[in-house]
């Protein structure tokens, strides 16, 4: 069974551009949710999707992120325009149900300069 | 205002004793716990997980114990091997609640010594 996956492993961009990350979760897992790791700081929940629905946005930072998850399946995370903090490691995770573990993908290593 | 709390950023265990790594939480509604193991480059990959109703979870060489009183979870690797050498991560959530956004400690950086 093929994991989470994540597309790009790695982006570079400028201050002011437009990135979109891109998760496919596990087949089958209604639940995904984004995360991100700052540099030296810890791991932290940006939001979670039920399907197409957004259960959960409390985490996004601010409105220059917006995350869709259209059809259910497949979701994006896309930053516009990006700024020097949105630096870090961006992660995407699914599970089967809530309350259940939440798998990872090898994440999205995003550099803004 | 970390909720989520793994004190020992590192610690190094001979191969083939036990180790321990300790967590503690400060938010009463987290009903859901777990713990995860992560590569350099990589995701964390999930190791074993707890729901408060029970005290301890078992699964190979993984144990994980949860003290709702005090606040407190701890993971047990016994016996430990070089392959355990990584960044292990508590992280808890309060699915009951509606809530089922992890909430992640800092991680502690665990070495196995041969």
């Known amino acids: 069974e093929a994991g989470v996956t994540q597309f790009p492993s790695h982006s570079v961009i400028e201050k002011g551009q437009t990135v979109t990350l891109r998760c496919d979760p596990i087949?089958?897992?209604?639940?995904l949710y984004w995360y991100r790791r700052v540099m030296g700081k810890e791991i932290k929940f940006l939001l979670h999707?039920?399907?197409?629905?957004?259960?959960?946005e409390s985490g996004m930072p601010n409105n220059r992120f917006l995350a869709e998850r259209t059809g259910g399946t497949y979701s994006t995370l896309k930053v516009q325009p990006a700024e020097l903090e949105d630096s870090g490691v961006y992660f995407c995770a699914s599970s089967q149900e809530r309350g259940t573990g939440k798998y990872f993908g090898p994440g999205t290593r995003l550099t803004v300069t | 205002d970390q909720q989520v709390k793994q004190n020992s950023p590192s610690l190094s265990v001979q191969e083939g004793r036990i180790s321990i790594l300790n967590c503690d939480y400060t938010?009463?509604?987290?009903?859901?716990f777990l713990w995860y193991k992560k590569y350099p480059a990589e995701g964390p990959t999930f190791l074993i997980s707890i729901s408060s109703i029970k005290d301890k979870n078992e699964d190979g060489r993984f144990t994980v114990f949860l003290n709702k009183s005090a606040k407190h979870l701890s993971l047990h690797i016994v016996p430990s091997q070089p392959g355990d050498s990584a960044v292990y991560f508590c992280?808890?959530?309060?699915?009951?609640?509606?809530?089922?956004?992890?909430?992640f400690g800092k991680g502690t950086h665990l070495i196995i010594q041969p």
């Open positions: 999707f039920v399907k197409e629905s957004k259960q959960d």
């Open positions: 938010n009463s509604m987290f009903d859901y």
């Open positions: 992280a808890a959530s309060a699915a009951g609640g509606g809530a089922d956004g992890l909430t």
């Open positions: 087949s089958g897992h209604d639940n």
